[in-house]
């Protein structure tokens, strides 16, 4: 079964603290993923990475940078958090099969509040 | 641009009863679309995927969604709900990445 790791359910972080959130996938997979997801907005996504090193904008980056040098990590990372930064954090990894995107699987998800 | 459109925030049914998940999708080409469920406390879990294989597709559960390219809808169905069917619904349209609805909220009551 492929495992998508998330480094902690739950996190509580000041204002203006810098916040990690780790992800690790043990299927080899090519793509890695963050989202956040907030109740009646579905899931939107931060960042994504389709190899080590790489990273590319998804639709909310501000505010937000990532970290990718081992294949099957991928970093999330809150310069300085602000209080519009709580909510519900959710990575994901996928193949990557020619042009297309297979499934992708999630982790459990960080249930981040900042203060 | 894509986009898709999960038309109810909530849906409620009793056991035993069809359930039906409305979602709509504006894609400029044939998109692969999915459908994701999450349970409370538990991460998403994809319950089907429509690659342009067959136009009806059947996933997990017993759920089954049809695409229908001229009313642009993917919507999912069961013939009769569970309990264990009550969690939240991602209709899921994708290009170079993944584009989410707002989620479905399917409420069973015994």
């Known amino acids: 079964d492929v495992k998508v790791t998330q480094s902690s359910r739950y996190l509580v972080k000041r204002t203006g603290e810098k916040v990690f959130l780790e992800c690790v996938q043990d299927?080899?997979?090519?793509?890695m993923f963050w989202y956040r997801q907030d109740p009646g907005l579905g899931l939107r996504l931060i960042y994504f990475s389709y190899d080590v090193k790489m990273k590319e904008k998804g639709d909310i980056p501000e505010g937000y940078s990532v970290s990718r040098e081992k294949k099957e990590r991928f970093s999330l990372i809150l310069e300085s958090a602000s209080t519009n930064q709580t909510s519900m954090y959710l990575c994901?990894?996928?193949?990557?099969?020619?042009?297309?995107?297979?499934?992708?699987?999630f982790g459990p998800g960080t249930r981040l509040t900042v203060l | 641009a894509q986009s898709v459109t999960q038309l109810d925030s909530h849906v409620s049914v009793s056991e035993g009863t069809p359930v039906l998940l409305r979602c709509n999708y504006s894609?400029?080409?044939?998109?692969?679309l999915f459908w994701y469920v999450q349970h409370p406390n538990k991460g998403l879990q994809l319950l089907l995927k429509y690659t342009s294989a067959a136009t009806l597709v059947k996933g997990i559960n017993g759920f089954e969604a049809e695409f229908k390219k001229s009313e642009t809808s993917f919507h999912l169905t069961k013939p009769s709900a569970h309990m264990s069917d009550a969690a939240e619904y991602f209709c899921v349209v994708r290009y170079s990445t993944l584009t989410f609805g707002k989620g479905t909220m399917l409420l069973v009551s015994p």
């Open positions: 299927m080899d997979h090519e793509n």
């Open positions: 994901a990894s996928a193949w990557l099969a020619g042009d297309f995107y297979n499934e992708q699987f």
């Open positions: 894609s400029s080409y044939s998109p692969s």
